[in-house]
């Protein structure tokens, strides 16, 4: 188990290199949460430091075309495998004939993320050792 308080210690002055080469020689089963544009510049400096890159994103069933357009895009580009998360079909099927498709405009966004987003992404991270 790593202790995280001495971890931040250690990395709180290092360059975002520094701190990704420092990730990869510290744990063996890493992997990097991409949601969008903002996450490229992570991506390039990780593809950089190993070829055991780990990508994944959320697909929550309600993105745009443009962004599976985008997550093909960066794949193609890095030559690397982004692993797409998908939430539980059972559990969206159970809230849209429940609640119907648009829920989160009355009642919030808790529980729609929660099967959307919280639940893929803790199944994700339950198999690996760190996440970015």
């Known amino acids: 188990m790593t202790d995280i308080s001495a971890l931040q210690a250690e990395l709180s002055d290092q360059s975002p290199r520094a701190i990704l080469k420092a990730a990869f020689a510290r744990f063996d089963n890493i992997a990097i949460s991409f949601s969008g544009a903002e996450d490229v510049a992570l991506i390039e400096l990780a593809h950089k430091l190993t070829d055991n890159l780990q990508v994944f994103t959320l697909d929550t069933g309600r993105l ?40 989160f405009y009355e009642d919030g966004h808790s529980e729609c993320c929660g099967i959307r987003k919280v639940n893929p992404l803790k199944r994700k991270l339950a198999t690996v050792d760190a996440w970015i």
């Open 64 to 103: 745009h075309p443009e962004t599976y357009e985008f997550i093909e895009r960066v794949r193609k580009h890095y030559g690397i495998n982004i692993e797409v998360l998908c939430p539980d079909a059972t559990e969206v099927e159970a809230l849209v004939s429940k609640k119907g498709l648009f829920s």
